[in-house]
């Protein structure tokens, strides 16, 4: 009801002012009136419903959404935005003033197939496809991707908590020597100071390397390794970085490696963790997910 009454307000302030104009300064009543002076024009031109006039005010909020989450969300996340700032709309309200407007989410990549592999000799695939854990630190992933640059490959290595999805570990490196790896896994473990803790991973010579396995012994960290050539076993981390691909690096070339890295670090630290709704969460950030968890 309070939503409609703004709506009329605004078209009896229009015909305030039309009826007004000759006795004072069209641009002077709306600034007073507290409407634009475009709106008003163009009500004049084609005087719009109370129901049309709604929908140019959510327009307005959606594209402030949808500009803040970088063109990552569609419908479902931008109308859980609208919700939490007081609105009362419809999702398929939301998603209607978006077909209308031109306004979609960022497509994805394709996902590729993979075989069915064996398993490591040394290391089992203690994981198991047991992406849903209770409690934070119970089971971290980890996985390697690559940004191009006009100076080469940028890899980049993260590691993910299943409890909240947050990535807790990162780390770029121009080669995919172990020290990736190690520097990923070193941020997250004095980020979150582990004890027995999955860290599961594929089957690249980074996490098959002594060190690597001497680092997971003596930072309380027990390996994981999926089957050879079976994304499905680290679909989660395969997620992370479609996700990052899609929403902020897909197809493009970054001029040099730290442009690429300072992209990266925006993504994870400043969006992706701290404000990126997740459907796994029931639409709240990592971070938010965790916030409230410890409040319960």
Known sequence: MGIRHRSQGVRVKYAFIKAHHREFDTAVMCRLL??????????????????????????????????????????????????????????????????????????????????SGHTALLTPNTLQRGFTVQRPNTAWVTDITYVRTWEGWLYLAVVMD?????????????????????????????????????IHSDQGSQFSSDAWRRFCHAHHLEPSMSRRGNCWDNAVAESFFSSLKKERIKKRIYTTRDSATAEIYDYIEMFYNRTRRHSHLSGVSPEAFETVSKQA
């Open 162 to 198: 299943l409890y909240s999805r947050r990535i807790v570990g990162w780390a770029t490196k121009p080669t995919m020597a172990r020290e990736l790896v190690l520097d990923a896994i070193l941020m997250a473990v004095r980020r979150r100071k582990p004890k027995n803790t999955l």
């Open 34 to 115: 507290n409407v634009s002076r475009s709106g008003f024009y163009d009500w004049l031109r084609n005087p719009l419903s109370d129901r049309a006039l709604e929908d140019q005010r959510l327009l307005g909020l959606i594209r402030a959404a949808y500009t803040a989450s970088h063109g990552v969300y569609g419908a479902p996340r931008i109308f859980l935005d609208l919700r939490e700032a007081g609105e009362t709309c419809s999702k398929h309200r939301v998603a209607r003033i978006m077909r209308a407007n031109n306004i979609r989410a960022r497509h994805g990549y394709r996902t590729p197939r993979y075989a």
